[in-house]
């Protein structure tokens, strides 16, 4: 019984210690964070959520937005329509256009200029909108070549689209996650905090610094419990 | 039975935010293993807990009603861990419902347990997390340098002869805290100690898991090997491991103290 609970005990803590690898160079991310909404670029953009590169001097390598195709928009006439014409688009069937997946999104990192997005610094990647699903799913954008970045200093991921893209980007539900309190989101040409919840996003860097991040606690506490239980026994035989 | 159902129905929403905490959170890994310990204490115990008389208790209702407000405050706005400590509440609720004061009695430790399933109170760790960080690299610097190396230390980051490690959040030592706060109850528990003696082992565990993550910390720096993948992860469980020594010592300790003054109360 006791070899096979080792054995059990051992093959656990490598399957743990497989898995326990520590993202590397990660300066925000709450992508895992529930979502309550989603905010159109179309109807609200251009987009941006900030983040900061704190004491260490890094490189940006990837990002990933959260993003769905928020559905059918409502076709905005142009002012100078004349009024007889006007009268067709108020049939329920013509008051949307179809997302015939011709619009698209750019993504762009932006440096910043007192809390709020100042100009662009380098171009990320787009996304056509045909890419996109109803459902929510992470977009991976990754550089082509690593942009330096410098040490605590604020910088902008934005999202804006000059052809009515469908795309809409995630609202977590809290501030929580990795490198999220403290920065900062705007949308409608407004700044706000984020402890109004921010857009979700993960921002990848890499660092010629090693991070000393602790074992995960499943192992620590797995490999504790083995030890604790090997005594026990060992102590039971031996007064037994 | 019904009643444990029951309960699971009215917090399954918390209870899946709590496992997905502990799936994705490193820090919280180790709360999978929570529920499994409770339950061998409690298998363990059976033969007192069997004894004792069934007393139903009227003052369950009062404690289930607080736990309801908390979950309602939580289903409201006031987040996961509200949720999660309405859930243990109700739990102890439903104890005395059903069996009354001399079974909560019994099942007052494995209760206790569950406070570490809770998930992270974001005010609190946001709060400790940096004066930790830097704490840890303080102590580890100053390691580094009484055994003679020159450490340059700027903020979290030391620079030990030319490799530059950063003491990152997860770092911060919280890993090493929570896990020995477990272990040094359920060890303390394992070995028959007396209730005072498990709240010192208690207290014991968080100079311990200061000090030995500010040693993981200086480890690290002494070679770019020993910061990442697997030689990490087992420089981390070694001296974890260290750490439980320590606390075993420690218990030793404690126990001949109990003696001598037991001895000496006899006289």
């Not at chain 1, 054995?7 to 895992?32: C, D, E, M």
């Not at chain 2, 104890?95 to 909560?104: E, H, N, Q, R, T």
């Not at chain 2, 399933?117 to 610097?141: E, F, S």
């Not at chain 2, 720096?221 to 320590?246: N, Q």
Request: hydrophobic content about 50%; overall charge positive; some cysteine.
């Amino acid at each position: 019984v006791l070899t096979r609970t080792v054995g059990t005990i051992a093959t656990l803590f490598l399957f743990a210690l497989r898995g326990g690898a520590i993202p590397l160079g990660v300066l925000y991310n709450n992508l895992s964070d529930g979502t309550q909404t989603n905010h159109s670029v179309s109807a609200v953009g251009p987009l941006y959520d900030s983040f900061s590169t704190g004491s260490v001097v890094t490189s940006l390598v990837h990002v990933q937005l959260k993003l769905l195709n928020v559905g059918p928009i409502l076709y905005r006439l142009p002012s100078e329509t004349p009024l007889l014409l006007r009268a067709g688009y108020f049939r329920p069937a013509a008051r949307v256009r179809p997302h015939d997946g011709g619009g698209s999104i750019t993504v762009g990192l932006y440096a910043d200029s007192s809390t709020s997005p100042g100009a662009l610094l380098s171009g990320i990647g787009t996304l056509t909108d045909d890419s996109l699903t109803t459902m929510l799913a992470n977009y991976d954008f990754p550089l082509g070549s690593a942009y330096p970045l410098a040490a605590n200093q604020r910088y902008w991921i934005g999202i804006s689209t000059n052809n009515g893209s469908i795309a809409g980007w995630a609202v977590a539900q809290d501030d929580s996650g990795f490198g999220v309190p403290s920065e900062f989101w705007y949308a409608s040409g407004m700044a706000h905090p984020n402890t109004d919840p921010p857009f979700q996003m993960l921002v990848g860097g890499s660092s010629n610094i090693s991070p000393a991040a602790a074992p995960s606690t499943f192992i620590l506490v797995l490999v504790g419990l083995a030890g604790a239980s090997l005594y026990w026994n060992r102590r039971r035989i031996g007064t037994g | 039975m019904l009643a444990a159902l029951a309960l699971a129905l009215c917090y399954v929403s918390t209870l899946g935010g709590m496992v997905h905490q502990w799936w994705t959170d490193e820090d919280m890994g180790y709360g999978f293993l929570v529920p499994v310990v409770i339950g061998w204490i409690i298998w363990r115990e059976r033969g007192r807990w069997r004894s004792l008389p069934v007393r139903q208790s009227g003052w369950g209702f009062a404690v289930l009603a607080l736990g309801s407000a908390l979950q309602l405050a939580s289903v409201l706005g006031a987040g996961l861990f509200a949720g999660a400590l309405a859930f243990v509440l109700s739990l102890t609720g439903v104890v005395l419902c059903l069996f009354g004061f001399a079974w909560l009695q019994a099942w007052a430790f494995p209760l206790l347990l569950t406070l570490f399933m809770l998930p992270k109170l974001a005010i609190v760790y946001n709060q400790i997390t940096l004066p930790l960080q830097l704490l840890a690299t303080r102590l580890a610097g100053g390691m580094l340098r009484a055994v003679g190396f020159a450490v340059l230390r700027e903020g979290n980051i030391l620079n030990v002869a030319g490799h530059s490690i950063a003491v990152v959040e997860a770092c911060n030592g919280i890993r090493y805290l929570l896990p020995l706060a477990f272990l040094a109850l359920v060890i303390a528990y394992g070995w028959g100690a007396k209730s005072w003696m498990r709240v010192a082992m208690l207290g014991a565990a968080i100079p311990i898991a200061i000090v030995a993550n500010a040693l993981r910390v200086a480890f690290s720096g002494l070679s770019p090997v020993l910061t990442e993948g697997t030689p990490h992860a087992l420089l981390g469980t070694v001296i974890f491991l260290l750490c439980l020594g320590l606390l075993a010592g420690i218990y030793q300790l404690l126990a001949l103290a109990s003696v001598r003054l037991l001895t000496r109360a006899a006289r």
